[in-house]
């Protein structure tokens, strides 16, 4: 498939033109996710372009109306996200040509994102391969009740910017590459909370204003008891509010305990991959390797 793009572009009467997405305004990227129905605030779409890169569509008056970013985690791997195009310009070829503008800026890269439903035919026919279901799970938290013993006498912390270096290397294990920038920054905007065994890192959690309220994410453990004692912390304390969680995990204990503390599925986007595959076959096994159970955002995998 043809892969390079022109710099200028005429849709619907409409003259547009690519312009980098560091120096478009920031209300107007804000405006545009809320047109399409997205929850991102004027804080997360600023701390995406900090972590990442990417362009805009602008008409001849210098509007946005559409975007697209890309994330390079380490090595040759990059997430794509935030592509999105005015709901007057959909279906008109805009999703397509600023991808092809991402694709010129990734030669070399194997890509991964994660595709709405209405996006999902777009990524398709650019060559991306669907590998697995994310299910958006939200609501008012309810409170989880007492956390009981910690698992296998392993003991929770809170955790912060001094223990990155712990973060990086166990997330690195669970998603394949790595992204201590990332978890740097999010750090800075996150509460956190770590399992430990004998001063060993197996799990953790992070959570952060987003949206509507928060989001728990990333989440790494070994398994569903692990994960569920780093994230019981934050759904207690954001009990009776908005809470928000993105997972590969349909069953099981740690999908009945969202379920459970009033997180039920609400949405799900497909992960989808181009190059090679992004997630190994062995990663949703418990005790396989370490797994990635919360999307740091669909954005950023």
Known sequence: MERTASESMVVDSVQMRIGDIAEAELDQLHALSIAVGWPHRAEDWQFLRRVGKGVVAMDDIGRVLGSAMWFPHGGNFATVGMVITSPRLQANGTGRWLMQHAFARLAGYTLG???TRAARRLYLSLGFAAEKIVYQCQGEAHEPGPPG???DGAHLRAIDIADLALLAELDRQAYGADRMPVLAGLLKHSKGFGLF???RLDAFSLCRPFGRG??????????DRDAIAVIRPHVS???GHFLRLDTRQKDGAFAAFLSRCGMPVFDTVTTMSLGKRWIPED??????RPM?????SQALG
């Not at 928060?214 to 398994?223: D, F, Q, S, T």
């Not at 990635?292 to 740091?296: E, H, I, R």
């Open 197 to 199: 065994r004998n001063d």
């Open 113 to 115: 994102l994660n595709a």
């Open 149 to 151: 013993a910690t698992p």
């Open 237 to 239: 304390e954001h009990a």
């Open 292 to 296: 990635t159970y919360a999307l740091a």
């Open 283 to 288: 990663s949703l096994i418990p005790e396989a």
């Open 214 to 223: 928060h989001v728990i994410g990333p989440v790494v453990a070994n398994g």
